[in-house]
């Protein structure tokens, strides 16, 4: 069965063309992409407004983990037969397919984003009023920097659960490396749906080691304790204990 | 397709049968009626498959055996064909509605033909030494490839010969499985040698096809014939002149002993009058109309004076 499946991936013909493996990946990553771009959109602000001002927290945070639950398949085909009457072309297909996402992917984003201003550090946001910030100078330069952790972590995990069940787009008849598992089970052509699994799965720890450095880079040092010397950059610098404040400050 | 595919456990069919034993005679308004003053023309179990046009079918064939004196009881909604013929072979019932492609297949592996003459004596001699088939009736519930009625009218099609100009620039849908199926895409080539523009694979006759079909996403797609969808959305059914698919006439599948000539009588009787529109309407009337398939069946019956 390994070989089978080695031998599916290693033709080169699968790889190739409109149907090919190439072809699906971008797919995949597009619908992905642009699913959890458009939940972050929603999701950040509200989170932040959230965890910012401690208005509609219960309603909103509730809303967020009951739709944790909802069944992805089953909104999908409610939605194909909703909205695929109100679009034409490929729309008809790819709006409900997004929605469905979309939805899968708030909630982690939102409480990533709540918590993680919430979780700031009463002193932090004390001192910075202290030094004269307003309400909206406080979010931006104190509680979403503190914050960026969490929502990094929301995205991250947003997107782990989005590229895996984007596979639901083939269902209804779109691409993405769904296709593979969708069209392997009609035809009982295990080799090829065990490959699909198989390539959703690598993609998915991919994209998320590619979030990961993303994190790393964009979240302050003063919270990663991530620390570069003037001279040379430090490659293990997350594993090294933080290096005295003196050398930092440049 | 929809009947083949469900695998109901045998434990599971035994119950439904104790249930249906239980269920029968007395709540059937068509059965009570009809045998008193006549002479008994014989006694026969009919079952279905649990789908509705299958019990719909049943129903029909119980009241037209019934108005010509015959003792009928009912088991429908047994299950899948794995299921049933095991049941008609050890006389748990006597007489169930099949089509003969599949039935053909099912009792004989390396069947090939197409046409429904072909099928239907390739099924008549495949069939074990007990059970029998009756005529066949024309109407059929197999694969087709359906268009809009405003597609058929701007290309002028009536088969799907007629696609082959214009096959290049149209989108074609069916199940993921007729990619590679030797009757899906490579069959309309190998057959008809249209190479249409993409096919978008979508769901087994189900709801997404249609509504592709309808807003336009394909401009041909795979339903079965006998759905009431097609009637309800004025969708064209192309005719298949060179059998790419095989036959699924509807026939009566009967335990040899059982016949009688009234028997036999009543059921071709039944098969004359059937045809593809008029079982699509009457199961249109049962799957969308949520009418009783007893009620249905007995209006038919009626309005053929066969019951």
Not at chain 2, 149 to 171: E, H, R, V, Y
Not at chain 2, 237 to 261: E, G
């Amino acid at each position: 069965m390994i070989n089978r499946i080695f031998a599916w991936l290693t033709d080169g013909a699968h790889w190739q063309g409109s149907e090919g493996i190439l072809r699906r990946l971008v797919e995949h990553l597009g619908y992905s992409l642009t699913a959890v771009i458009i939940a972050a959109l929603i999701a950040i602000p509200l989170g932040l407004y959230i965890g910012h001002t401690g208005r509609g927290r219960v309603f909103v945070v509730n809303l967020a983990g009951a739709a944790r639950a909802i069944p992805s398949l089953g909104l999908l085909f409610i939605a194909v037969l909703w909205l695929g009457p109100k679009f034409s072309g490929d729309i008809a297909f790819l709006a409900p397919a997004g929605l469905v996402l979309v939805v899968l992917a708030i909630p982690p984003i939102l409480s990533g984003a709540y918590a993680g201003v919430e979780g700031v550090e009463p002193d932090a946001r004390d001192a910075a009023r202290g030094m004269g910030m307003r309400g909206p100078e406080v979010l931006r330069h104190v509680e979403l920097p503190c914050a960026l952790p969490l929502i990094m972590s929301g995205i991250r995990s947003a997107t782990l659960q989005v590229i895996a069940t984007a596979t639901i787009a083939a269902v209804v008849g779109l691409g993405g490396l769904g296709r593979f598992l969708i069209d392997g089970l009609a035809v009982r052509d295990t080799p090829q749906t065990a490959s699909g699994a198989l390539l959703v799965a690598l993609l998915a720890l991919a994209v998320d080691m590619v979030l990961a450095l993303v994190q790393r880079f964009v979240v302050s040092r003063g919270l990663t304790g991530r620390y570069r010397t003037v001279q040379t950059f430090d490659s293990d610098a997350g594993v090294t204990p933080p290096a005295p404040a003196l050398q930092h400050s440049a | 397709m929809k009947r083949t595919r469900i695998a109901l456990a045998v434990t599971a069919a035994a119950a439904l049968f104790g249930v249906a034993a239980c269920g029968s005679g007395s709540s059937d308004p068509l059965a009570a009626g009809g045998s008193a003053g006549k002479v008994s023309s014989g006694s026969i179990v009919v079952g279905s498959a649990n789908f509705p046009e299958s019990a719909l079918l049943a129903e029909i064939y119980a009241g037209a055996l019934s108005a010509k004196g015959v003792k009928v009881d009912k088991k429908l909604n047994i299950g899948s064909r794995e299921t049933y013929i095991p049941a008609l072979k050890d006389g748990s019932i006597d007489l169930i509605p099949e089509y003969t492609g599949v039935l053909d297949q099912y009792f004989n592996k390396n069947a090939k033909t197409t046409t429904s003459d072909d099928v239907y004596a390739e099924l008549k001699a495949a069939v074990p030494a007990t059970l029998t088939v009756l005529n066949k009736s024309a109407a059929e519930d197999k694969d087709a490839v359906v268009v809009t009625k405003g597609t058929a009218a701007k290309f002028s099609l009536k088969s799907i010969a007629d696609l082959g100009p214009q096959a290049k620039n149209l989108t074609l849908g069916g199940p993921p499985e007729w990619k590679t199926r030797p009757t899906g895409v490579p069959g309309l080539k190998r057959v008809y040698n249209l190479d249409f523009k993409t096919f978008r694979p979508l769901d087994v006759g189900g709801p997404l096809s249609v509504q592709a079909l309808k807003n336009g996403q394909v401009d041909a797609v795979n339903l079965f014939t006998t759905d009431p969808s097609i009637a309800d959305n004025g969708f064209v059914i192309l005719d298949d002149p060179k059998s790419l698919f095989a036959a699924q006439n509807v026939v009566p599948l009967i335990t040899k002993s059982k016949v009688t000539p009234t028997i036999s009588a009543a059921l071709d009787a039944i098969s004359a009058k059937l045809d593809t529109a008029t079982l699509g309407q009457l199961v249109k009337e049962v799957v969308v109309d949520k009418k009783d398939p007893a009620v249905v069946a007995k209006e038919f019956l009626a309005k053929n004076n066969l019951g």
